[in-house]
């Protein structure tokens, strides 16, 4: 079974910076496009960062500039490298991928669990 596991949330002051990990496990032929999505209390999920297999990158308009996604595709991880925080990132963060988990066949839709992300002086 594929599973998705975020870390390296916390509480950080305005300004800090931030580096979220996602590892996947389980039987994986192809980690296809992956992203990073956030939900605050009361808001809508929404997208903050994709990135394909080929390294095309996306980000949502209020975090451009600030965080960077990345992946290592010999891991299976994906990372977001959050830098110049403010109060209104103040979400938690999950960790979506599209798996193809055997050679020929379709494409699955994971999430992660979510991992908190607090920024508050």
């Known amino acids: 079974q594929v599973q998705l596991v975020e870390s390296g949330g916390g509480l950080v002051q305005p300004g800090g910076s931030l580096r979220l990990s996602c590892a996947t496990s389980?039987?994986?032929?192809?980690?296809?496009?992956m992203g990073w999505y956030r939900q605050a209390p009361g808001k809508q999920r929404e997208l903050v960062a994709a990135?394909?297999?080929?390294?095309?990158?996306n980000y949502a308009d209020s975090v451009k500039g600030r965080f960077a996604i990345s992946r290592d595709n010999a891991k299976n991880t994906v990372y977001l490298q959050m830098n110049s925080l403010k109060p209104e990132d103040t979400a938690v963060y999950y960790c979506?991928?599209?798996?193809?988990?055997?050679?020929?066949?379709?494409?699955?839709?994971?999430w992660g669990q979510g991992t908190q992300v607090t920024v508050s002086s």
């Open positions: 990135i394909t297999s080929g390294g095309s990158t």
């Open positions: 389980g039987r994986i032929f192809s980690l296809n496009a």
């Open positions: 979506n991928a599209r798996i193809q988990r055997v050679m020929g066949g379709k494409d699955y839709e994971y």
